[in-house]
């Protein structure tokens, strides 16, 4: 089946911003009926999310952040993430980012899938990886870079998820992931660092 009868093709381009990691666009599109429409979106270098797993005396815990962030001006719960580097790898990133923002390194990986939390109006991209056999080093922060890492149990953040306290929606997509995993209904295949 094709989709052409929804694909809108691009006639013209305007640059609206250029700033650090987002670049803005707005595109005069010719729409499937022909008419033409404008089409206002950021292009967003891509990123991933860790669930890093922490197997604890007492049962399975999840090592999670809080974080102030800007835009909606509170503080969120998440899970570990961040953009990539130009030309970086994603698992690497992911790496790169679960030691800076949490101190941990982890012996096991698994690709989840990828979300794109925002398509009205950004290019972005998220890749998530669970991580499990985790050791604790020292954190890496960025300059400028505040939060706090704590674990939880995966019930706690479902309470969370359910009552509101968590609206971060890739962290929302990683509790619905986590669910699946736990249940056994989304299996992953893991692979061991070198």
């Keep these: 089946m094709s989709d052409e009868h929804l694909i809108e093709h691009r006639i013209d381009r305007q640059e609206l911003l250029r700033g650090h990691f987002l670049h803005a666009f707005r ?10 429409a404008t089409r206002e979106y950021v292009v967003h270098p891509g990123a991933v999310m ?7 005396p007492d049962g399975l815990k999840l090592v999670l952040e809080r974080q102030y962030r ?7 719960i998440e899970f570990p993430a961040g953009k990539l580097d130009p030309g970086e790898d ?25 979300l794109h939390p ?3 109006y950004s290019t972005e991209v998220i890749e998530i990886w ?3 056999d985790l050791h604790l080093g020292n954190r890496q922060l960025d300059d400028g870079e505040f939060l706090d890492v704590f674990t939880a149990t995966p019930t706690e953040l479902m309470a969370w998820c359910r009552e509101g306290q968590v609206t971060d929606a890739k962290t929302l997509t990683g509790a619905l ?6 249940s056994g209904d989304w299996p992953l295949t893991w692979q061991s660092v070198a």
Excluded: H, S
Aim: with cysteine.
């Design 118 to 120: 925002v398509i009205a």
């Design 50 to 56: 860790i669930i890093p797993l922490l197997q604890e």
């Design 90 to 114: 994603r698992w690497g990133c992911a790496q790169r980012e679960l030691l800076e923002e949490t101190g941990y390194t982890a012996r096991q990986w698994a690709r989840a899938g990828v």
């Design 177 to 182: 992931w986590l669910q699946n995993m736990l």
């Design 70 to 76: 800007y835009p909606v001006g509170q503080v969120m």
């Design 130 to 132: 669970f991580a499990r």
């Design 27 to 36: 595109d005069t599109v010719r729409l499937p009926d022909q008419k033409t």
